[in-house]
């Protein structure tokens, strides 16, 4: 028969996915001896069967609960369900991740009319009993019925009102009497039924709900976002209760070995006399600090410092510990490591090597890799957050805090930035005519599109917090208003976005500089002494190239060439080369951009100093170049003797029914060879001058995009060879380059060995390839992605996190087709995916070369890329 539930003197530490984490430590302290209120904990492996069961728990596992709580009620000496000395539980989750403020706890559990009463004269204490009731009636109701905390709260503060009472604890017995009457009268109303009666009904109600809370709405975006897999489930932690509500001489608190914000080392908590957990962090009474405890109560003090190190020692890291005193008996109620912030992660793992704690690995594997946004980005005042008024949310795109005046076009954005304002564009989606007005703004958000659409991308390339896909968003931009959250917005209204969680707030949030500290370039030092995957960026502008050289990047893996031709003096070229008719007119245009590309192209080589960049050519469909404003395309008109008529219907022309599988990638070259050459010529010359200026030593990258056929790939490469040769002979150089593809359709995936055949390097477009495979647009998949992630179709967004079993067996097959037939061709990954961590980890396994990724995902890439090599070492 298997074993669902164990006693906490059957477990230890390495139980964790059996027992969670919340059980396995509490399994540990019992084992050290601590004073441990005992319990036993059923387990995830009973979660998972309570789902495949049809949300039932079996008659095996609940008979399995029941003697679990006879051999409770031996070691208590009491028992469950008694009238006069009930034995009382709390009961809680505890997944083998932590997860904190996913299921709320249930404490008091046992207690009813009669054992409440018993329970009284049992301890002498009336109040201390009612108050422990009214309290369980509160969280049941609550947690496992999912009643509104408000009805219960109202009722609490007008009895105080009334009772003249300014507290909780300053309630009599006999006002606690009538709370609970009015507790059971709500609840009748709004169940049906009466509060249950019988604690064994109690307990497996509240087994259930926290095997159901698995699954509520918060959980399921929790675990997507932190990359938590559906079918871990959660364990369930019934435990016998003890009582920091028995007056002044109890209490109960929250403390941590070291402060989780700052990471400094030194105990660092609060506690309240007379209280239990869940008034610690209610607000309702302002907690004292932890040192307080050294004068109300010193033994205790003494002893629960002596056992807060005795568990950071042995845990070897910085632990989150709740405590409760019962009439000057210390009890440890569970210890985790503590959720800590991005800086005191760092802090902490380089404190612990230096004490010998832990090695460098170990400090390594201890960071999550995704939390270092929090030291790149700005972020919002903590105090100031506090009073702000969310209005909405959406998907956070780009990691950071902006705060500025709202406008709705980018020419309007780009004014009121050289005006000196702060900015947030507000737009129904962004496209590559934007740029100007999105590098202006502090912030974008966007009515549609998703974590790798237009703005969400060029956001997080320039560090800009994005916020995308507010369906709840009404727009009117030639209005330029919108409504949000009952709230109209119009142009010059300030709103603040953080794009960390996708809030949206109201007015004018206060901001705070981030700030990198000696210990990340320590950090990062440790993590490329263990990775053997390289780290480059995606990056367009010279400025860009920079940034990320200085956050660590080896390199261009992502030069956008399209980006390049937006600004106000490059446009009209590109659009007079579109729109011109004969090969002479588009060639002609084409030369007024050369000097321009490459002097881009120069500014960046001298900036990597010799590093490698990939220069993608031109991609997007031609469509997104011409103009829609009258204006514009009057003056384009004027430049090219033409009518404005005659240019609208060439634009018009342009109109594509699916522009993402249309005419655009290497089908542009095929199409119009000129802009290849031209390209070639731009790349190739600033690379000659820049080595003959600086003496770098560069190999230009040259990468096709969008190729699905080997005489695809040769027909364009032919053109970039003669035009590479012919500039090499003119200048007298025996210049190296290499030519390589993207690999972003299924096609070219499945016919690597043969596109290898022609491609030196291959760089996996996994934005593409993810959108190409699954047959979904990634700037409409918001539109129904939630709705698959409730289904439990999807667990997270393939866009943001690799499709390793779908998009990453194309990626392992073309990769190992490719080796097989070029040895030595270079492979990395140039989607959003390369800043990802779990995605950084299947790249290392599968053998890639590099990953490219936004400039501040960069440090990202690097911890994640040396927290892969280190689990492979350790398998």
């Given at each position: 028969m298997a074993k669902w539930v164990y006693l906490f003197k059957e477990g230890k530490a390495d139980m964790k996915n059996l027992l969670g984490g919340k059980g396995a430590n509490l399994a540990e302290m019992t084992n050290l001896g601590l004073p441990i209120p005992q319990g036993f904990t059923v387990t995830t492996e009973a979660c998972t069967d309570y789902y495949n069961s049809g949300k039932r728990i079996t008659d095996e596992i609940q008979t399995q609960i029941f003697d679990a709580l006879s051999e409770l009620e031996k070691i208590q000496g009491k028992k469950f369900g008694d009238t006069q000395d009930p034995l009382l539980v709390s009961v809680r989750s505890g997944a083998r991740a932590s997860m904190p403020g996913m299921m709320d706890t249930i404490l008091n559990l046992g207690l009813n009319d009669v054992a409440v009463?018993?329970?009284?004269?049992?301890?002498?204490?009336?109040?201390?009993a009612y108050d422990s009731y009214r309290r369980f009636i509160q969280m049941f109701s609550d947690v496992v019925m999912e009643m509104s905390k408000t009805f219960f709260e109202g009722i609490l503060d007008e009895i105080k009102e009334a009772k003249g009472a300014k507290f909780d604890t300053d309630l009599t017995a006999d006002d606690l009497k009538e709370v609970i009457a009015k507790y059971k009268a709500i609840y009748q109303e709004k169940m049906g039924e009466e509060f249950p009666q019988d604690p064994k009904v109690q307990l497996m109600e509240a087994v259930k709900a926290v095997f159901r809370s698995w699954d509520n709405p918060r959980a399921i975006v929790y675990r997507r976002m932190n990359d938590i897999p559906g079918d871990w489930g959660t364990a369930v932690n019934v435990q016998a209760m003890v009582f920091g509500n028995m007056g002044n001489t109890s209490g109960t608190g929250v403390a941590f070995t070291r402060n989780p914000s700052t990471g400094a080392k030194g105990i660092y908590g609060e506690y309240l006399i007379n209280a239990q957990g869940e008034d610690v962090v209610a607000g309702i009474r302002t907690p004292l600090p932890i040192t307080r405890l050294e004068e109300d109560m010193p033994e205790c003090y003494k002893e629960f410092m002596e056992i807060a190190n005795k568990l950071e020692n042995h845990y070897r890291d910085m632990q989150d510990m709740e405590f409760t005193i019962q009439e000057g008996k210390l009890y440890f109620l569970q210890t985790r490591s503590g959720k800590r912030t991005a800086p005191a992660a760092i802090q902490i793992a380089c404190d612990l090597v230096d004490e010998g704690k832990i090695t460098e690995e170990e400090a390594i594997l201890r960071l999550d890799a995704k939390s270092l946004d929090q030291?790149?980005?700005?972020?919002?005042?903590?105090?100031a957050l506090k009073a702000g008024e969310v209005i909405g949310s959406a998907l956070p795109a780009s990691p950071g805090a902006a705060a500025g005046k709202v406008y709705f076009t980018a020419d309007d954005a780009k004014e009121a930035g050289e005006r000196g304002e702060r900015v947030i564009l507000v737009r129904l989606e962004t496209s590559p005519e934007d740029i100007e007005g999105m590098h202006a703004a502090q912030g974008i958000l966007t009515v549609r599109g998703g974590m790798t659409s237009h703005a969400a991308v060029v956001a997080r390339g320039m560090g800009t917090a994005c916020v995308s896909g507010c369906g709840e968003i009404k727009i009117n931009e030639e209005a330029k208003v919108f409504e949000l959250g009952g709230h109209k917005i119009v142009e010059g209204d300030y709103i603040s976005l953080d794009g960390s969680t996708g809030k949206i707030y109201l007015g004018d949030i206060k901001t705070v500089e981030a700030s990198v500290g000696g210990n990340f370039g320590r950090i990062m030092e440790w993590a490329d002494k263990f990775r053997t995957l390289k780290v480059r960026t995606n990056a367009d502008t010279p400025a860009d190239t920079a940034n990320a050289v200085k956050l660590g990047a080896?390199?261009?893996g992502l030069c956008r060439t399209e980006h390049m031709f937006f600004e106000a003096d490059r446009i009209p070229k590109i659009r007079k080369m579109i729109l011109s008719d004969t090969v002479e007119a588009r060639e002609a245009a084409l030369n007024e951009l050369i000097p321009f590309q490459k002097a881009d192209f120069?500014?960046?080589?001298?900036?990597?100093?010799?590093?490698?960049?990939?220069?993608?050519?031109?991609?997007?469909?031609l469509h997104e170049f011409v103009p829609t404003d009258p204006e514009d395309i009057k003056a384009l008109a004027d430049d090219m003797g033409l009518t404005p008529e005659q240019v609208k219907a060439k634009c018009d022309e342009l109109h594509e029914f699916n522009p993402m599988m249309g005419h655009r990638g290497c089908r542009l070259a095929v199409t119009y060879p000129e802009i290849a050459r031209m390209q070639t010529r731009a790349v190739i010359e600033a690379a000659i001058e820049v080595k003959e200026e600086k003496g770098y030593d560069i190999?230009?990258?040259?990468m096709i995009p969008l190729v699905g056929e080997k005489k695809e790939l040769k027909f364009v490469k032919d053109i970039v060879v003669e035009t590479a040769e012919a500039v090499k002979k003119e200048k007298g150089s025996d210049i190296e380059y290499h030519i390589g593809t993207m690999i972003?359709?299924?096609?070219?995936?499945?016919?690597?060995?043969?596109?290898?055949?022609?491609?030196?390097?291959?760089?996996?477009?996994?934005?593409?390839?993810?959108?190409?495979?699954?047959g979904f647009s990634r700037d409409d998949a918001g539109k129904f992605l939630d709705s698959y992630y409730k289904a439990k179709i999807y667990e997270s967004d393939p866009f943001a996190r690799l499709d390793q079993s779908g998009v990453g067996q194309l990626v392992k097959m073309a990769a190992e087709k490719g080796r097989a037939q070029r040895a030595d061709i270079k492979l990395g990954i140039c989607g959003e995916h390369g800043g990802d961590p779990s995605s950084v980890e299947f790249c290392h396994k599968v053998g890639l070369n590099y990953v490219s990724c936004s400039p501040f995902r960069?440090?990202?890439?690097r911890l994640a890329a040396a927290q892969a090599a280190i689990a492979e070492s350790r398998q």
């Open positions: 009463e018993g329970f009284a004269q049992k301890t002498g204490n009336p109040r201390f030291l790149l980005h700005p972020t919002f005042d903590p105090a080896e390199g261009i120069k500014a960046m080589y001298e900036v990597l100093e010799g590093k490698p960049m990939t220069v993608r050519y031109l991609d997007p469909p190999v230009p990258e040259i972003e359709i299924p096609r070219a995936a499945l016919l690597a060995n043969e596109i290898a055949e022609e491609a030196e390097f291959f760089s996996f477009g996994t934005n593409d390839l993810t959108q190409m495979t699954f960069v440090p990202i890439a």
